[in-house]
Structures are given as structure tokens and as C-alpha cells.
């Protein structure tokens, strides 16, 4: 187990110590923390994702009105 030292707002530190009184510090503060990595993974692949998505949509075929148009009445009675 990692020991780890940071520097907070005096206002924070009472704050946190004021609503996590009755709980383990360090358990609270090991689950924020994964949530922190978690956060940060999830926003990690959305943004590849999103990357991704407009770069095939840039090598995608731009689709005309008047194609579109073409293509409703295609079939029609």
C-alpha cells in the first residue's frame, strides 16, 4: 500500500473531514480517486470515439439534395 501526501484548502480539509467523519478517510478518499481514473479513462475514449467518427465521416461521400430527393422517390408508386 502507497502512502500519498497533498496539499488542500484549509476550507476543503474541514469540509471532507466535517462529512466523512464517522468513515475511513482513506477508503473514501481510494474510491474518489477511482472514480477520478475512471472519469478520465471514459472521457479518454469518448474523445477517440467522437476523433474517430468525424474522420470517417470526412472520407465519407458527401450526398447531394438532389440525390437524396432522387432516392425518396425511387420505388414510390
Not at 466523512?20 to 472514480?35: D, G, P, Y
Amino acid at each position: 500500500m502507497a502512502t500519498v501526501n497533498f496539499s488542500v484548502p484549509s476550507d476543503v480539509k474541514d469540509a471532507f473531514d466535517k462529512v466523512f467523519r464517522r468513515q475511513n478517510k482513506s477508503a473514501v478518499l481510494t474510491e474518489l480517486m477511482r472514480q477520478a481514473v475512471d472519469e478520465r479513462q471514459r472521457r479518454r475514449r469518448r474523445t477517440r470515439v467522437v476523433e474517430k467518427l468525424l474522420a470517417l465521416r470526412k472520407r465519407s461521400r458527401q450526398v447531394t439534395d438532389k440525390a437524396v430527393r432522387v432516392a425518396r422517390r425511387h420505388g414510390r408508386p
